[in-house]
């Protein structure tokens, strides 16, 4: 658990990765007010612009640094100094770029300097070795895997990530083929027979799942293809069945959205605008669908209650968000408590599909890396995420009343969004966590 990690002797990696979270979200926040009282630094010194993005695009790290914190140590000022002139004679170009481009900004990725590329040849260096062990150490896995994954090692990782997967290489391949053979056997036993075999709940749960999946991420055609839903009707409904504790609760169709489309991705290339399920072989359909019922299966196993019966489990984190977010910024929850605002009215719903409803869907396999990266500790770090996610707009929502609040926040202002916006999120997200953790006096109490 994350509350222990003070006394584990891993402690200096944590260490490391809390000053450069530090060091990043200082970089992000040039400029920007910072909703709470956090003291972040005692001196501004020059900002380090630079951009550190994996060959995808999609595992992009914000490698944006101010000067030294109380929190960091003295060799951020040596690389600060190495990069400088770097940076300086690259800022004329960049300047004209963003200029005549202005409008297509946040949807371009900034040619990558020498130091990003050797930062991210040893990122992959380093997912490379790790990967390539007899037996994968998943802390370490989960610790490179936290900022961002490679597109193409993605499947690999997840899979390893969320226990599906063996560490152990030697078993990996027949576990795999073991387990996708189970989920045939449970497709013949429960999805393929007809409704007489059904109990009368059966029927009414498998009507309600194919009427949700042409709802499914409905701004990305991929999803509305006859082959993709029926495939995530037959995952959604196996795990139903062997879930009886909970059954079939809505937005458990949107967590099957990331696993479906990593797990294609294997198989399908180019824009997924342009993917067809149709040119597969049923074999590798079948693969698919089994590793998508296995990891959403893994990744509820960690949030069981947040599907059950009231959903007690969602419920309690949105009671955490409130209290957190009073601590953060008490004049945003005051706000929001003035004018009868409550936090269930619109962080139910980010909690019940993991916020994928609330960013653009090229952006949610990112954020599913950081998920899957905090393990068992994901339904305590959700909070946090929400809270850096909520106060991105504090001084929006300062200045709306009630009916403008719960509009907004239904339809917040993410469709532009570039990974930019989800690393600060995220950032934050984390050194707020860390600084929670470590001590509370240093949020407004």
């Not at 658990?1 to 584990?8: A, L, V």
């Not at 560490?167 to 393929?192: F, T």
């Not at 609330?358 to 396999?365: G, K, Q, R, Y």
Request: charged share 25%; net charge negative.
């Amino acid at each position: 658990m994350r509350s222990d990690r003070e006394e584990d002797p891993r402690s200096a990696t944590v260490d490391s990765r809390f000053n450069q979270t530090l060091r990043n979200v200082q970089g992000l926040l040039k400029g920007r007010s910072f909703p709470g009282k956090v003291l972040i630094t005692r001196r501004s010194d020059p900002v380090d612009n630079s951009t550190v993005r994996s060959p995808d695009n999609h595992g992009s790290l914000r490698d944006s640094e101010t000067g030294p914190s109380q929190q960091t140590d003295g060799s951020f000022e040596d690389e600060l100094q190495k990069r400088s002139n770097l940076n300086a004679s690259s800022s004329a170009s960049q300047s004209k770029s963003s200029t005549s481009n202005s409008e297509h900004t946040s949807d371009e990725v900034q040619k990558p300097s020498m130091g990003s590329r050797a930062t991210d040849s040893a990122r992959l260096m380093k997912f490379t070795k790790e990967l390539s062990a007899p037996t994968v150490i998943l802390e370490k896995l989960r610790e490179l895997a936290w900022n961002g994954v490679p597109s193409y090692l993605r499947p690999n990782i997840w899979r390893l990530l969320l226990g599906y997967a063996p560490p152990n290489s030697d078993r990996r391949e027949g576990v795999l083929r073991r387990k996708r053979l189970d989920y045939l056997d449970c497709v013949a036993q429960y999805y393929d027979i007809s409704d007489i075999e059904r109990t009368d709940e059966e029927i009414n749960m498998l009507r309600q799942i194919a009427v949700d999946c042409p709802r499914t991420v409905p701004d990305v055609s991929f999803f509305q293809q006859a082959q993709v839903q029926k495939s995530l009707e037959r995952i959604l409904y196996i795990w139903a069945i062997r879930h009886p504790a909970s059954g079939y609760v809505q937005g458990i169709n949107d967590l099957a959205t990331p696993f479906l489309v990593v797990f294609l991705s294997e198989h399908l290339e180019g824009s997924i605008d342009k993917w067809m399920m149709s040119d597969l072989p049923s074999e590798k359909i079948s693969n698919i669908e089994a590793d998508c019922y296995w990891c959403l299966s893994k990744l509820l196993d960690g949030m069981q209650d947040h599907y059950t019966f009231a959903q007690p489990g969602i419920q309690r984190l949105v009671f955490k968000l409130k209290e957190l977010v009073r601590r953060i910024d008490e004049p945003v929850s005051t706000h929001m408590e003035e004018q009868g605002l409550e936090f269930l009215q619109f962080a139910f719903r980010w909690f019940n599909c993991l916020l994928i409803r609330e960013i653009p869907f090229h952006l949610v396999s990112r954020l599913w890396d950081t998920y899957l990266a905090e393990g068992d500790a994901l339904p305590d770090f959700l909070v946090y995420i929400a809270a850096s996610f909520l106060l991105t707009w504090s001084d929006k929502l300062l200045k709306l009343e009630f009916q403008e609040m719960v509009m907004f926040l239904q339809h917040l202002p993410t469709h532009n969004w570039s990974h930019s916006e989800l690393e600060m999120v995220l950032s934050r997200a984390y050194m707020w966590h860390a600084m929670f953790n470590r001590s509370p006096s240093h949020l407004a109490g």
